[in-house]
C-alpha cells in the first residue's frame, strides 16, 4: 500500500501480535507513520471496523437481493468495493475516491449490468444443434 498508495499518517490496530514486533515497527519509523491500538475487546474504537460491517451487511443485502449463490460472495464484495470507488461522496466535496487518488474520471461503463444479472453471451464455435447464444449471470 506505501509503494502504490503511500504512507498513511497513521496505523490503528488491535493488539495483535504481528503489529507490535519489531519487523513492523521497524518499518513504520522507516516511513514515519504513527501507531496506535484499539483497547482489547473494544473494536468499535476503530473506524475501519464499521466500515467493514457496513461492506459485509451491503454483500449480505446484495446478495439478498440479487437471489446470487453464497459462494459468489467474494464477486460481491469486490463488486461493491470497486462500486463505492467511484461513487462520489460528501466527505470528499462530491468527488470519488478514484478521482482523487488517480486524478481522472472514473470509467463507470462496467457498470451497465447490475450485479448476478442474467446476461446472454456469443460463442461462435459452438457446433450445429446447439445454440450459439448460451445464457449466464454477470459478475
Known amino acids: ?20 514486533g519489531r519487523t513492523w515497527m521497524t518499518y513504520l519509523q522507516k516511513h514515519q507513520i504513527q501507531s496506535s491500538f484499539t483497547e482489547a475487546y473494544h473494536p468499535n474504537e ?9 461492506l ?17 460472495w467474494c464477486y460481491c464484495l469486490e463488486h461493491i468495493c470497486l462500486l463505492q470507488s467511484v461513487i462520489a461522496c460528501h466527505r470528499l466535496r462530491w468527488r470519488t475516491s ?28 459452438q457446433l450445429f444443434p446447439k445454440s450459439k447464444m448460451l445464457h449466464c449471470h454477470f459478475l
Open 1 to 20: 500500500m506505501v509503494t502504490d498508495c503511500g504512507a498513511p499518517n497513521q496505523i490503528r490496530s488491535d493488539n495483535a501480535p504481528e503489529f507490535k
Open 46 to 54: 476503530n473506524p475501519c471496523e464499521r466500515r467493514g460491517g457496513a
Open 56 to 72: 459485509k451487511a451491503a454483500v449480505i443485502h446484495c446478495l439478498a437481493v440479487t437471489n446470487a449463490d453464497l459462494e459468489f
Open 98 to 125: 478514484h478521482e482523487l487518488h488517480y486524478g481522472d474520471t472514473p470509467n463507470i461503463s462496467m457498470f451497465r449490468f447490475e450485479f448476478w444479472c442474467p446476461v446472454w453471451y456469443y460463442t461462435p464455435k
